[in-house]
């Protein structure tokens, strides 16, 4: 009867009529009740055996199959994961935006500015260890002796160990300190700078024991490559010791990881799993370039006889990826010397050969959560280090940062663009984009929902914002005023205090009158008309215009789409009292105030303007 009710209210008067989409609408509606998972999957059931009956059943009363009964399917994939809140994976929490921008500056610099510099350095550590184990490194200990007494007569300190041993790494690492209490010298550096094994070098300082004294010995042991990589305006350190090599490293391919799982859309076990060589690049005829990421998937996939394969398959589309991603590819292939790129046993220190079919085992989700804990602890004591404190990444409010929040946090970036960081915009702008190129062709577009369903979550949000403004009786001004009035209006009447679930957020998102976006950093509000967006390259042009959403890099504050309102119109005034603070205390240079002084004239001509065109709204109370 409930399922005969609903149909009614979508306008459906025969079961031949109903068709997989609506059943999988009438799903999510039966979740909104917010009774057990084992109910919902009863009342899920009911139609299966309706859809069973068919051929028993007039025609007009046969119902189609249900799309939870194709056996590439799953219930859970309608009716979310048993024993948790409805919702699925739209119910995983983002990671904070003041967690998650930081912690993307921080792995893109690693991977991008810092990623050289320490591959650089591995290779030298590799070479260095290598030579220790040659044939020719059973040479004479004199050699040490000379090389450490030429370091003492020209000044130099004698290679030791920085205090990574409070980073993770064990003191059974380092070299121990020799008699009279003398520091440890790093034994593997100077055998491999010298070109002998270890057993020459503990020889060399016995012989030397008595010409040591503290003073001689220095407290790290730098590999003789370039530092290219910048934090700010200096260098991100002064050389690199011998010993981080296996930290930095590791922390390298937790960033790489960071990187491909954020900005791909991929699901966890899809990152984890990808293998050497999985990333081409297609030069197009166009001009473009276009990064595909091959591998293998697993939600959905089933052996013959329908049972779930934990080794998933190959994943028919490519993903199509931003060149971050294929970049930090890149990196972690090169740290990694077996064929999986985020393996559980990548340590530098127990390197194995790689034999043909050696992939290793795959990360786990609870180890890749510990190294982004501790690349986060890492990324910190750099940014305390290097003085740019706004770049300390904070503790997430919802736990700890794992692979499953990612999915989550990009759908809600992309349709929540910082603005006041335009480059990082583009490139959300970008991800949408390629992301949506990826999941268009494929049977199973979850992404997309995932995308949709933040997109209609901001919407949401904006329109309630409006609503209250409204409410607390503030006036609107902009050439979309009357506009952003009746959106309001129509969210307050339509959807006010109601559940919205995936199926009233689609409808907002299609509604053309409620395509509200706030913009706080442009202190505007863009109602969206895509024939009167002039963010919109393509208008004017003949054909329709796929764009969907503001492109708020390309804010045009001539555009018809802009209202303000009063609370918009007071974040300006605060911004005009910054400049003229900053004016006042005369620590800007010339270029720099001057163009804050043109500002402020632009800021106050919008302020000027709403006082004298906005339109008045009665509060709530007044209107009782």
């Not at 000379?146 to 370091?151: A, G, I, V």
């Not at 440890?184 to 016995?206: C, D, E, H, P």
């Not at 804010?555 to 789409?561: I, T």
């Not at 632009?602 to 509060?619: C, D, F, M, Y």
Request: glycine share 8%; aromatic share 8%; charged share 30%.
């Amino acid at each position: 009867m409930d399922f005969a009710r609903w149909l009614v209210r979508q306008e459906i008067t025969e079961l031949t009529a109903v068709t997989a989409e609506d059943l999988a609408e009438y799903a999510d509606h039966i979740r909104t009740y917010g009774r057990s998972w084992d109910h919902d999957r009863r009342a899920a059931r009911a139609l299966s055996r309706i859809w069973g009956y068919a051929p028993f059943l007039l025609l007009q009363d046969r119902l189609v199959m249900p799309p939870w009964e194709d056996p590439a399917a799953a219930m859970t994939d309608f009716l979310g994961e048993k024993n948790t809140p409805a919702g699925g994976e739209n119910s995983i929490p983002i990671v904070h935006p003041a967690v998650m921008s930081p912690l993307l500056v921080w792995s893109l610099r690693m991977v991008l500015d810092l990623g050289p510099d320490i591959l650089a350095a591995l290779r030298e550590h590799k070479r260095l260890l290598d030579r220790t184990r040659e044939p020719s490194a059973r040479g004479d200990s004199q050699k040490v002796v000379d090389y450490l007494k030429d370091l003492m007569a020209r000044g130099k300190p004698l290679p030791g160990f920085s205090g990574y041993q409070t980073r993770g790494i064990k003191a059974s690492a380092r070299s121990r300190g020799g008699e009279r209490g003398l520091p440890a010298l790093n034994s593997s550096y100077v055998a491999g700078i010298v070109g002998v094994n270890l057993y020459q070098v503990t020889v060399a300082r016995k012989r030397l024991q008595h010409e040591l004294e503290p003073r001689h010995f220095g407290s790290c042991a730098p590999l003789d490559t370039p530092v290219t990589g910048r934090i700010g305006d200096r260098p991100w350190t002064d050389a690199v010791d011998f010993e981080d090599i296996p930290l930095l490293a590791r922390h390298l391919s937790t960033a790489a990881l960071i990187t491909t799982a954020y900005l791909s859309g991929m699901r966890p076990e899809e990152v984890q799993h990808l293998v050497r060589g999985c990333c081409t690049r297609e030069d197009r005829d166009d001009g473009t370039v276009r990064y595909k990421v091959t591998g293998r998937h697993f939600k959905g996939v089933t052996d013959d006889e329908g049972n779930t394969n934990p080794e998933g398959e190959v994943r028919p589309d490519p993903w199509i990826v931003l060149e971050f991603v294929a970049r930090a590819i890149a990196v972690v292939e090169e740290l990694e010397e077996r064929d999986l790129l985020f393996s559980g046993s990548f340590f530098l220190g127990q390197r194995r050969p790689r034999s043909e079919g050696d992939v290793g085992e795959a990360l786990t989700g609870g180890s890749a959560a510990r190294r982004i804990a501790r690349f986060i602890t890492w990324a910190n004591e750099q940014a305390v280090q290097h003085g740019r404190p706004h770049e300390l990444i904070p503790e997430d409010p919802d736990g700890p940062v794992v692979l499953q929040r990612f999915r989550r946090t990009i759908a809600w970036f992309i349709h929540r663009q910082p603005g006041g960081r335009i480059a990082l915009g583009v490139q959300f702008g970008h991800a949408a984009t390629l992301i949506g190129e990826s999941y268009a062709g494929r049977s199973k577009t979850d992404m997309l929902e995932l995308l949709d369903f933040e997109r209609g979550l901001a919407l949401a949000d904006a329109l309630s914002d409006a609503r209250d403004r409204l409410a607390d009786g503030e006036s609107v001004s902009g050439p979309a005023a009357t506009r952003y009035i009746a959106a309001a209006t129509e969210f307050e009447n339509r959807y006010a205090g109601t559940f919205l679930g995936k199926r009233e957020l689609k409808a907002l998102t299609k509604n053309p009158k409620l395509q509200v976006y706030e913009d706080q950093k442009a202190f505007l509000t863009c109602n969206f008309d895509a024939f009167k967006a002039l963010c919109d390259p393509e208008l004017g042009h003949s054909g329709a215009s796929g764009q969907r959403t503001p492109d708020r890099s390309r804010c045009n504050l001539g555009c018809a789409n802009i209202s303000r309102t009063d609370s918009q119109i007071a974040a300006i005034q605060a911004e005009i009292d910054k400049i003229d603070a900053a004016a006042k205390d005369r620590l800007d240079p010339y270029p720099i105030a001057r163009r804050e002084q043109q500002r402020r004239a632009s800021l106050g001509q919008i302020i000027e303007r709403h006082q004298a065109t906005a339109i008045p709204v009665r509060p709530v109370k007044e209107r009782d």
